[in-house]
């Protein structure tokens, strides 16, 4: 069985500081991948990122940033420079499979100007 | 592209009542999921569909859930004699698997929320 473990359940900031929340995840596959989604008040989640289980390449993407840790079983993603438009729950999510996505239980993101 | 659509958005229903709730994927993807989602937690899976075939189901999906795809469209959710414990928020997603899209990325709407008083 797949698990994936958000261990914050929120975290608040004042505009324009750093954001960093954790996503630890176990699996018994050597194929997996990895999801970030974005769900805003709105309550529509929107996609983020995808990483596959062979690529440990971290990626920047504007004011997001994404740290691929195999070792650790980690999936760590950063928010620079935070804006109050960022303020929403953030879910990391695992696959095994082309289908079925399991989810953490999200972090909350308050962001305070 | 309009993106994954539920109807309704909000749903009130007495214990007991059936309720159906509709999901139109995005018009070229070629798979279509169901997820629920209780406060303070991630999306569940519940089921998928290639096409009109329903692939899988949780084990959460229970006797008295039924989904549908017809004609490998639009989707139909139905819950008959809902209890308190079905409140929650439902999702839709779709995809388009395959190589035309080898990310097979699941898109995700807006959801249904259903209270059972």
């Known amino acids: 069985a797949q698990k994936v473990t958000q261990a914050q359940t929120e975290i608040s900031v004042v505009e324009k500081e750093d954001v960093t929340l954790d996503c630890v995840y176990e699996?018994?596959?050597?194929?997996?991948?990895l999801f970030w989604y974005k769900q805003p008040p709105s309550g529509e989640l929107v996609f983020l990122i995808r990483r596959n289980s062979f690529d440990e390449q971290n990626e920047i993407s504007g004011r997001y940033s994404w740290n691929f840790q195999k070792s650790t079983s980690s999936f760590n993603f950063t928010i620079t420079a935070s804006q109050v438009v960022d303020s929403a729950v953030y879910f990391c999510?695992?696959?095994?499979?082309?289908?079925?996505?399991?989810f953490g239980a999200g972090t909350t993101v308050t962001v305070r100007a | 592209d309009t993106g994954v659509s539920q109807n309704p958005r909000h749903k009130i229903t007495k214990r007991g009542q059936n309720v159906t709730f509709r999901c139109d994927p995005i018009?070229?993807?070629?798979?279509l999921y169901w997820y629920r989602q209780t406060l303070g937690q991630g999306p569940e899976f519940l089921t998928y569909f290639q096409n009109e075939a329903q692939l899988e189901k949780s084990r959460l999906l229970s006797d008295r859930f039924s989904a549908e795809r017809p004609k490998g469209s639009f989707s139909t959710l139905e819950i008959q004699r809902t209890e308190q414990g079905d409140s929650a928020m439902y999702l839709c997603?779709?995809?388009?698997?395959?190589?035309?899209?080898?990310?097979?990325?699941?898109?995700f709407g807006a959801g249904t929320r259903l209270s059972v008083l």
């Open positions: 999510a695992l696959s095994e499979a082309f289908y079925k996505l399991s």
């Open positions: 997603a779709s995809s388009l698997a395959g190589a035309a899209d080898p990310k097979n990325i699941q898109y």
């Open positions: 018009s070229e993807h070629n798979r």
């Open positions: 699996t018994r596959d050597t194929t997996y991948y």
